[in-house]
């Protein structure tokens, strides 16, 4: 295909009546859009608008060469004027829409600190085909074996049935090999020749001791049978037989295969019972037997594709590829590290690891100082070439053996159900989420990028729980007046629920509440000396968990440290307070800000928002006993709050009526509110 679109694009280049017809600009930017060359193909689909051209697929590929050059402010602006021209479910609906997502992400994940500079191995490596699936030699750590459709490949071009064809044809992939040799990377040399055929070989992994070179041979690149090579001598006469005793079904599109040793397999199938798309399995091998495979669960797997594992050699973190929306483009690469019995949200590498298009295979160097991946991006000399990574830090976890990973501890008896493996979902019983909050200095701080991961850490690890309810407090430092503060901690925090709600949480499960500087974490002064460190610790949005019945977690909420003697004490006590039952007096509903007496001197009030109100809650007090409550209201509506109302919170949350009928024999004093009510 691509020695097709290389093809048209030179004749389109060279045809000079193309300049003026809108169709042949559109067909030729399309090409230079194929070839990674987007400013050229953004030059001819803007000729072809000014042309008048009436295929709206040219804000399309505007939109995905602007993407390609990591620019996706402009990327979504012309994604947004394509779905305008969309009908509803049309063909390009959703994945535009989604699109239009990535490029939300893409813009906040592209200023993640980078992890290592990354080089192309170069013309001498690369050529204008396909190099994919860099794998280090267990035995020469200067050697790689990878896979192309160059050129030279055996067999030469050939049709879809695998017959010759010098017109229409295109090469199959052979396994090639490299060495770097004083610092240059030597010319590719064709693997074991008896291996290579007219048919696609894919390589895939050697076994522990580098005696086994494990491969997919095809006729396409997404079903395949499994071959192996021991490296010794072949008699060409004698037919090669695919490998069955693995648990894998390359012929129903498994793939990605990496050895972890010789007693676990890590790799990447679409069969039934994932998550979406490819999902990752690992399987192991015990008394001479693979068992059936293991989904790695919804902690590394998603509705996405997941491909590409690679484990380092201490077995505990898990490198993959996978194109979710929440990345930089295409397939990035991610990681995620094991640890307290559970694996982390996986973490997107970011640039220039990961590029605006597709980024796979990465394996890293038995020393940890480098890695070797495939790419697509803009500056590939062709379709996808090989890169290497140079970390900046040693990656400390491949100077470290492990026999058996930690994460197979759940690899026993109880892995099965009737005979059939679970997910890991279901062996962890609790779950463990960090959460920590989202400081700021001013309300464009309210979203820095700093705050954009954590927002989309916790989001992420929330969305598996879809019964969970989440909370967002805002405090702030005294700069303005309360009623000015109230307001604007609510307002800020109405950003946050946005973003939120883009990553995927439900906006009915999410609650807000403003504080104003009304509950300080931090006292303002000590012995008469200002803090100069409150305002900052001060100023924060704190993100709150309430599980429901299915969700098995635990939240460790990682708020500032601070020293007792530094803690203001009106924070204690509200936290104190909302570990049980409280009530609230409503004093008034508003749908903006409130400027009153009661907000300018009570420093109990709090503004909250929950998402079946077009309107803000404004309440004071948080009284443990009813009675006192009670006493509030009426002391309000003596003052002409007409709207004076008793509302009963549980661990800072308000209930509901259902709710309060659940608690009512536990707090006796629920019965009196319910006959009040």
Same mark, same amino acid.
């Given at each position: ?21 809108p169709?042949l ?11 990674n ?11 072809? %608008?000014?042309?008048?051209?009436m ?5 399309k590929?505007?939109? *995905? ?6 620019e &996706?402010?402009k990327?979504?602006?012309? &994604?947004?004027?394509y779905l305008?021209?969309l009908?509803?479910?049309k ?8 699109e ?6 893409a813009?906040s ?8 500079f990354?080089?192309?191995l ?14 280090q030699?267990?035995?020469? /750590?200067?050697r ?7 050129d030279?490949?055996t067999?030469?071009?050939r049709?879809s049935?695998?017959?010759t ?16 040799i004083d610092g ?15 048919? %696609? ?6 076994n ?6 494990y ?11 499994l071959? !192996?090579?021991t ?7 004698v ?6 005793n ?10 990605d295969?990496?050895?972890f040793?010789?007693?676990l397999?890590i790799?990447?199938?679409s069969?039934p019972?994932g ?6 399995y690992?399987a !192991? ?6 068992? /059936?495979?293991v ?6 797997n998603?509705?996405?594709d997941e491909?590409s594992?690679y484990?380092?050699n201490d077995?505990k ?6 194109d ?8 990035d690469?991610y990681? +995620?590290?094991?640890?307290?019995g559970?694996?982390?949200? /996986?973490?997107?590498m970011g640039?220039?690891?990961n ?5 796979l295979?990465l ?5 940890g ?18 890169y290497? +990574? ?5 990656i ?6 492990e ?7 759940y690899?026993?008896e109880? !892995? ?6 679970k ?13 920590k909050p ?13 705050n ?11 969305a ?12 702030s ?5 309360p009623?000015?503060e109230i307001?604007y901690t609510l307002?800020?925090?109405e950003?946050?629920v ?18 104003? +500087?009304n ?6 002064e000590?012995n008469g ?10 100023s ?11 969700s098995?977690? %635990?939240?460790i ?5 601070v ?16 570990n049980?039952?409280t009530?609230?007096?409503l004093?008034a509903k508003a ?17 909250e ?6 309107y803000?809650?404004?309440?004071l007090g ?5 009675? *006192?409550?009670?006493e509030k209201?009426?002391?309000?509506l003596?003052?002409?709050y007409?709207?004076? !109302?008793i509302?009963?919170?549980y661990?800072?949350?308000?209930l509901?009526?259902?709710e ?6 536990q ?5 009196? &509110?319910l006959r009040?009510?």
């Amino acid at each position: 295909m691509l020695k097709s679109i290389i093809w048209h694009s030179k004749n389109l280049i060279k045809s000079k009546k193309s300049i003026k017809k809108p169709d042949l600009l559109i067909k030729r930017g399309y090409c230079y859009l194929m070839t990674n060359q987007p400013d050229l193909c953004i030059k001819d689909m803007e000729a072809a %608008h000014e042309l008048k051209s009436m295929d709206e697929k040219r804000f399309k590929y505007m939109a *995905q060469a602007y993407f390609s050059k990591g620019e &996706y402010d402009k990327a979504a602006t012309f &994604y947004k004027i394509y779905l305008n021209k969309l009908k509803v479910g049309k063909e390009d609906w959703q994945s535009t829409i989604n699109e239009i997502k990535r490029c939300g992400y893409a813009q906040s994940v592209k200023y993640l600190p980078s992890v290592a500079f990354v080089e192309n191995l170069g013309k001498n490596v690369n050529t204008i085909y396909t190099e994919v699936n860099p794998v280090q030699s267990p035995n020469n /750590p200067e050697r790689y074996y990878f896979s192309s459709d160059r050129d030279n490949a055996t067999g030469g071009m050939r049709n879809s049935k695998g017959l010759t064809d010098t017109i229409k044809g295109h090469y199959f992939a052979d396994i090639y090999f490299i060495e770097l040799i004083d610092g240059n990377w030597t010319k590719p040399d064709l693997a074991n020749p008896l291996i290579n055929s007219p048919k %696609h070989e894919w390589i895939q992994d050697f076994n522990q001791d580098g005696s086994i070179l494990y491969y997919l041979k095809s006729m396409d690149k997404n079903f395949g049978a499994l071959y !192996t090579d021991t490296f010794g001598v072949i008699n060409a006469l004698v037919e090669l037989k695919p490998l069955n005793n693995l648990p894998i079904r390359p012929e129903n599109g498994d793939k990605d295969l990496y050895f972890f040793n010789d007693s676990l397999m890590i790799f990447s199938s679409s069969r039934p019972g994932g998550y979406g798309g490819f999902d990752l399995y690992y399987a !192991t091998r015990q008394n001479g037997s693979w068992l /059936p495979p293991v989904n790695f669960g919804s902690k590394v797997n998603s509705i996405f594709d997941e491909v590409s594992p690679y484990l380092s050699n201490d077995g505990k973190v898990l490198y993959f590829s996978s194109d979710r929306l929440e990345g930089l483009g295409g397939f990035d690469i991610y990681s +995620a590290e094991y640890q307290y019995g559970k694996w982390s949200t /996986p973490i997107n590498m970011g640039l220039p690891v990961n590029s605006p298009s597709d980024d796979l295979y990465l394996r890293i160097s038995s020393d940890g100082n480098s890695g070797l991946l495939a790419s697509n991006r803009i500056t590939s000399i062709g379709n996808f070439d090989l890169y290497i +990574a140079y970390f900046k830090n040693q990656i400390v976890h491949q100077l470290q053996s492990e026999d058996g990973p930690a994460f197979l501890e759940y690899q026993t008896e109880s !892995t099965y159900e009737n005979g059939t493996p679970k997910k890991v979902d279901d062996l962890q019983n609790i779950r463990e989420i960090v959460v920590k909050p989202l400081f700021y200095q001013n309300d464009g701080d309210i979203l820095s990028n700093i705050n954009r991961v954590e927002i989309r850490h916790f989001a992420g690890a929330l969305a598996i729980y879809p019964d969970s309810k989440i909370v967002l407090k805002c405090h702030s430092a005294p700069i303005s007046s309360p009623s000015i503060e109230i307001f604007y901690t609510l307002k800020r925090t109405e950003k946050v629920v946005e973003e939120l709600v883009r990553y995927g949480i439900k906006p009915e499960n999410i609650i807000i509440q403003g504080f104003g +500087a009304n509950y300080p974490l931090m006292a303002q002064e000590f012995n008469g000396i200002k803090l100069q460190a409150a305002p900052g610790v001060n100023s924060r949005i704190d993100l709150y968990v309430i599980p429901g019945k299915k969700s098995n977690i %635990h939240v460790i909420y990682d708020l500032p440290a601070v020293a007792d003697n530094l803690k203001d004490k009106r924070w204690s006590q509200m936290e104190t307070l909302n570990n049980d039952l409280t009530y609230r007096v409503l004093f008034a509903k508003a749908t903006q800000i409130l400027d009153n007496n009661i907000v300018k001197s009570d420093g109990t009030v709090m503004i909250e928002k929950y998402p079946d109100a077009d309107y803000y809650l404004y309440t004071l007090g948080n009284y443990k006993d009813y009675h *006192q409550a009670v006493e509030k209201k009426n002391q309000l509506l003596q003052e002409g709050y007409k709207d004076a !109302t008793i509302l009963p919170y549980y661990n800072g949350i308000k209930l509901t009526i259902p709710e309060i009928g659940v608690l009512k024999d536990q707090y006796p004093q629920l019965k009196s &509110y319910l006959r009040d009510f």
